[in-house]
Nanobody
Framework: VQLQASGGGLVQAGGSLRLSCQASGGPVNHYTVGWFRQAPGKEREFVAAVKWRLGNIMYADSVKGRFTISRDNAKDTVYLQMNSLNPEDTAVYLC???????????????????WGQGTLVTVSS
């Protein structure tokens, strides 16, 4: 499966952005798709993920209540709606996928073999 992320940009603290991850080249409903982020000098961290077929969702504690992950079956696209952004959310955001329809959602990046390119989100104070 190939992944294409988009939607990053510059936003003021308290603002919102919506990221998109377009999937192609595979039966997307066989996959779990996740968003990760990597800030300068920091490790890549899990943000959120959704199991395409069943719709199960998991969030990192740091984004619960502010970010919403969703999928559009018709467009083979996963979205990450980010609200109440703060400067600590500044990072390159990447979408990733693993072939998994059932079971628990994994938050470790090592469990995701497919990666798209990143999209930069900058939150100014």
């Amino acid at each position: 499966v190939q992944l294409q992320a988009s939607g990053g940009g510059l936003v003021q603290a308290g603002g919102s952005l919506r990221l998109s991850c377009q999937a192609s080249g595979g039966p997307v409903n066989h996959y779990t798709v996740g968003w990760f982020r990597q800030a300068p000098g920091k490790e890549r961290e899990f943000v959120a993920a959704v199991k395409w077929r069943l719709g199960n969702i998991m969030y990192a504690d740091s984004v619960k209540g502010r970010f919403t992950i969703s999928r559009d079956n018709a467009k083979d696209t996963v979205y990450l709606q980010m609200n109440s952004l703060n400067p600590e959310d500044t990072a390159v955001y990447l979408c990733a996928a693993r072939e998994q329809m059932y079971g628990s959602i994994y938050s470790s990046r090592s469990n995701y073999p497919y990666w798209g390119q990143g999209t930069l989100v900058t939150v100014s104070s």
